[in-house]
């Protein structure tokens, strides 16, 4: 990340090693992007490294990987965009691009992967986020937000949305007419919900919370709900989905929910509970998948915001403003948001 002027303009002198020497320093390179940020949505991941809950906090940390806003300046070398467009950032804003995972477009598995921030990159210097106004990357982590779709309604998508979409689309969830099963019903569970109506598919929510039943059904449009800790209610459901997309990242069983699919179904995780306690014969006896996923490569990333504005799929927000932003934290720990806050950055640096 670079700070920058109002005009976009980055200039400056650095030290380029220790004999301390400074010379001119243009932070937008010849294959850079620059932008000045109007939108940054609130994840997780916000609340874990500012908290240094994963002990690798490097500080003063500018969080924020949901990044949207306006290119101000572009490099020598950059063909695919130009000073005006609408463009996003998502979690991540270097790999190694010599890769086998690089070479196809997974550059979120990238062994090399520089997140957005809280991460030494390349140069040397330590990633900083999109609680900021204006960040500059490589053109190949930018992505293109199409024409009038909404800047605050964009930024989710750069982490949550491509997080289950990624996995969706993977294991060929987009078969209308087939069953989807959704666990947890935050950020990432409601933009799950979204994309297994646009595929077409009967989408069933499990929550532990009756009280989001109606927005559920009404809201984000889901066939069913249930309440996971009723094993009555899903007993009903034995062997009937053919997909389970699993967000939840508190500690929960998983026999339960592999008996629900099919033959052969699949069920996709994408939360982080501390451990994972399976019996075999849930996956054996039915020839069931367990499967991994976390982000996503460019390809899906650009694929899915171009799905999104095909689709006229939004996320639901909570706009606020950076002053607002450690209340906004602790309502995420609390689960007190339905369901993405997005801090309307352009409006709180006046």
Not at 53 to 73: F, K, Q, R
Not at 308 to 336: F, T
Request: net charge negative; hydrophobic share 35%.
């Amino acid at each position: 990340m670079a700070s920058e002027s109002e005009n976009g303009n980055c200039s400056a002198w650095a030290a380029r090693d220790p004999s301390g020497i400074l010379s001119p320093y243009k932070a937008v390179r010849s294959d850079d992007v620059s932008l000045r940020i109007t939108h940054c949505g609130v994840c997780y991941a916000d609340v874990i490294w500012t908290r240094n809950m994963h002990h690798d906090s490097m500080y003063p940390l500018v969080p924020g990987h949901e990044i949207a806003g306006v290119v101000t300046e572009v490099g020598s070398d950059v063909k695919g965009y130009k000073v005006g467009d609408h463009v996003g950032v998502g979690t991540y804003v270097n790999s190694c691009r010599a890769c086998e995972n690089c070479d196809n477009a997974l550059e979120n598995h990238c062994p090399k992967s520089v997140f957005t921030f809280n991460r030494i990159d390349t140069d040397g210097t330590v990633t900083k986020g999109g609680y900021s106004t204006h960040i500059v990357v490589h053109e190949r982590y930018c992505f293109k937000i199409p024409d009038g779709y909404p800047l605050e309604k964009a930024a989710p998508l750069l982490c949550a949305g491509i997080t289950v979409y990624t996995p969706m689309m993977r294991h060929n969830m987009n078969q209308p007419g087939k069953s989807l099963g959704v666990i947890g019903l935050g950020g990432l569970g409601h933009m799950a919900v979204k994309f297994g109506k646009a595929f077409g598919l009967k989408v069933t929510v499990f929550s532990t919370s009756e009280s989001k039943r109606d927005e559920a059904i009404n809201l984000l449009g889901a066939d069913n709900f249930v309440i996971s800790s009723n094993k009555e209610q899903m007993e009903s459901l034995k062997s009937s989905l053919h997909f389970i997309v699993d967000t939840a990242s508190g500690d929960h069983p998983f026999d339960p929910y592999m008996s629900l699919l099919k033959i052969g179904g699949v069920m996709a995780l994408v939360g982080f509970p501390s451990e994972i306690k399976l019996h075999p014969a849930s996956l054996n006896l039915g020839a069931r998948t367990l499967s991994g996923s976390i982000a996503g490569g460019t390809k899906d990333i650009q694929e899915m915001l171009n799905f999104c504005a095909s689709n006229k799929i939004y996320p639901e927000i909570e706009i606020i403003k950076m002053d607002y932003i450690n209340e906004a934290l602790q309502r995420v720990v609390n689960r007190d948001v339905k369901y993405r806050f997005v801090i309307d950055i352009e409006n709180s640096f006046k």
